[in-house]
């Protein structure tokens, strides 16, 4: 069975910052890249950030600037270090991986999916 498990979510004040893990277990291959999407109540699910295998991140407009995205392919591991947290980035945040490279995945060609880990932003 294949799991991709968030971690690292909660509240922070606007301005703030968080970072999120997720790691991958179970036999899948191959993992071109792995990212983070984001939903938030009466929203569609927006990609955030992925990173390919060979540690090209592509970045959201909205979040160009304050996130952060690494992995460690060996490790099988991503991170998302938000700095500067506005209330707008209030979402549950997904983990996800796929053997796409990062501009198809940032269009939603993922293959897994975790369970998301809620990030709070308010004052």
């Known amino acids: 069975e294949v799991l991709l498990v968030e971690s690292g979510g909660g509240s922070v004040q606007p301005g703030g910052s968080l970072t999120l893990f997720c790691v991958v277990s179970?036999?899948?291959?191959?993992?071109?890249?792995m990212g983070w999407f984001r939903q938030s109540p009466g929203k569609e699910r927006e990609a955030v950030a992925v990173i390919d295998s060979g540690d090209v991140a592509i970045y959201a407009d909205s979040v160009k600037g304050r996130f952060t995205i690494r992995h460690d392919d060996r490790q099988r591991t991503a991170s998302l270090t938000m700095d500067s947290l506005k209330v707008e980035d209030t979402a549950t945040y997904y983990c996800?991986?796929?053997?796409?490279?990062?501009?198809?995945?940032?269009?939603?060609?993922?293959?897994?999916w975790g369970e998301g880990t809620q990030v709070t932003v308010s004052s």
């Open positions: 179970g036999e899948i291959s191959p993992i071109d890249s």
């Open positions: 996800v991986a796929g053997p796409f490279d990062g501009a198809k995945s940032m269009r939603g060609m993922v293959a897994w």
